[in-house]
């Protein structure tokens, strides 16, 4: 995950915080994975006015494209390890900055961490996501 961490990527983060948390700026986010955590995290998105302008669950999947990702700001990935991967990836390649709360894929890290140095995109892992979900709710 160092590799990630870099300047760029320290920024994405400052600016994500700001975004979040300031009423003044309102993100559209697109939800990849539409379960319990898809469900939370909407929720207080929508309360901190946010959009989710996207949600994909496995009904929809083929919605999971540069068309519909390039509304988003940033994309919540919340799937499962089978399918992180693939999804992230589509994201980054999408130029779509992507935080993950997936777990069981981190043999696959590097390859996502690789995509987002070379498309230039912000890439965040959380193996334990109630710090993100924490995060969201401070």
């Not at 955590?37 to 909407?42: K, L, N, Q, T």
């Not at 540069?66 to 130029?95: M, R, W, Y």
């Not at 070379?118 to 709710?137: E, T, W």
Request: one cysteine or more; a negative charge.
């Amino acid at each position: 995950m160092e590799q990630c961490m870099d300047c760029s990527s320290k920024y994405f983060l400052v600016i994500l915080w700001n975004k979040l948390f300031t009423f003044e700026i309102i993100m559209n986010i697109a939800l990849i994975g539409y379960g319990k955590m898809g469900h939370a995290i909407e929720q207080i998105a929508i309360n901190r006015r946010h959009n989710i302008i996207l949600r994909i669950t496995t009904a929809n999947k083929h919605e999971l494209d540069e068309a519909h990702l390039k509304l988003a700001d940033v994309a919540i990935e919340f799937t499962a390890p089978a399918t992180a991967k693939e999804n992230v990836l589509c994201c980054l390649s999408a130029g779509i900055d992507v935080i993950s709360g997936t777990t069981g894929w981190n043999d696959q890290l590097p390859e996502a961490e690789s995509m987002a140095l070379q498309c230039d995109r912000a890439f965040m892992h959380a193996s334990n996501f109630s710090i993100g979900v924490n995060i969201f709710l401070k």
